[in-house]
């Protein structure tokens, strides 16, 4: 992506059981690497002897490890991406160490973290009154778009379930910060 002068770059990232943020969508490291079990179960450690061995062009790059949060940051920073941070995983006590992580880097400067779990992004926002953060959701509704006006967030939406169009219009009239996932097809209302 920074090869390709992309504006950004989305990753999710996890802790390890002993606190390492790491890079990984999915709970288990089972679908894209040699091995199985729970990331949260599993130290750095036991991690680093994994390989990757799924996903796009895969043959292309082998001995694939796991990626560190720092590491992700590091490549931000060398191409001036944007770093489109999405939590994934831990408590709202783990946002003070993602966060120590994200302030080390210059990356932080213009990051943006976003998050399906709205303790976690309550947790930075209280870490945290300057940096971006987007609330995630598939489902829009009046006390979410509450929330994110009281939190000073943005929402990133579910564009293809049509029951979010009708808030829209009350979240922009509020001056929140409107993004979505997966547009696939004009909007079926106006707003």
């Known amino acids: 992506a920074g090869k390709a002068g992309f504006y950004a770059a989305e990753f999710d990232i ?5 606190g390492v943020w790491i890079l990984n969508h999915n ?17 750095f450690a036991e991690i680093q002897t994994l390989r990757i061995d799924n996903g796009n062009g895969i ?7 796991v990626t560190t949060f720092e590491e992700a940051l590091a490549i931000c920073e060398q191409y001036n991406m944007r770093a489109m941070v ?5 408590t709202p006590e ?42 995630l959701m598939n489902e829009l509704d009046e006390e979410k778009i509450a929330f994110v006006k009281e939190q000073n967030m943005g929402i990133a939406f579910n564009f293809g379930i049509a029951q979010n169009y009708k808030h829209l219009g ?17 909007p079926c209302v106006d707003f």
């Open 170 to 186: 009350s979240a922009r009239e509020q001056g929140i910060t409107l993004a979505s996932w997966t547009v696939d097809f004009p």
């Open 14 to 18: 996890m802790p390890t059981a002993d």
């Open 94 to 135: 783990d946002m003070q160490s993602m966060l120590d992580v994200l302030k080390a880097s210059p990356a932080y400067e213009n990051a943006l973290v976003i998050d399906f779990d709205k303790d976690r992004l309550a947790a930075v926002r209280s870490l945290d009154a300057n940096i971006e953060l987007w609330y």
């Open 59 to 65: 043959e292309n790059y082998p001995d694939l490890r």
């Open 86 to 90: 999405e939590v994934k995983g831990g």
């Open 27 to 43: 709970d288990t490291v089972d679908k894209m690497t040699d091995g199985e079990g729970e990331v949260a179960q599993m130290t």
